[in-house]
């Protein structure tokens, strides 16, 4: 029969096979988990660069069920909503741009102002008016710059900003006033801009320069008093 001595008569390179064996076992298990790994997060890179670059609905391979699927899964809900956010954005650009240009190209005198009445727009036909005036409304205003209107507060055009500025607050529909300075006469049409909480955001104001039909209307009335006058 054997004994345990026969096992230890087993020749010891079959012994250093074995272990050879297993830890080879050991390696290609090691690996082949290694490269499970690696593929997904390979293709989880491969995603995220594409979302980099601007390619939103190449949509992620959501199949798998573990720990990689979650990971795919929170990397998909990402892509759709920056997806949809980009798409809005772009939208939105176009929208915008669509009316920036027709203000830039309207003849009325134009200027948008935001919540706290700083002045953000003025389109070209308003910089004409302004630089025409310009003298005058240097009387008024020193250092008055009509290059130089986007980014000024609309306080400056008023004796009381304060006031001015409550009255602009509170604004819920048209408001109608008129600046007049030496031989420069302005009307300007302030309306609030809501948002759609209902919060005001801006203000848009359109001027129009009634200077030569007041120098107009003045010669009339002088003519007319002279000729009473006799």
Known sequence: SLTFSHYDQ???????????????????????ITLRSIRPLRYAIDKL???????????????????????LMALRAMQT??????????????????IKAALDNASANVMIADAGNNVI?????????????????????????????????????????????????DLRSPHQASLSVADCHLNFTATPIFDEQNHRIGTVMEWLDRSEQVAIEDEVHHVVECARAG
């Open 121 to 169: 727009y003025c389109n070209p036909s308003l910089m004409a008016t302004f630089k025409r005036r310009g003298d005058a409304l240097r009387t008024l205003i020193p250092d008055f710059n009509s290059e130089q209107m986007v980014g000024q507060n609309m306080d400056r055009f008023h004796k009381n900003p304060k006031h001015q500025r409550d009255l602009v607050a």
């Open 81 to 98: 909503q920056l997806g949809f956010e980009v798409m809005d954005a772009r939208d939105q650009a176009t929208r915008t741009g669509r």
């Open 49 to 71: 660069q594409q979302i980099t670059q601007g390619n939103y609905f190449d949509w992620v391979n959501t199949e798998r069920e573990d720990e990689f699927g979650q990971l």
């Open 10 to 32: 087993v020749p010891q390179n079959i012994v250093l096979s074995m272990l050879a064996i297993g830890a080879f076992s050991s390696i290609l298990a090691g690996t082949l």
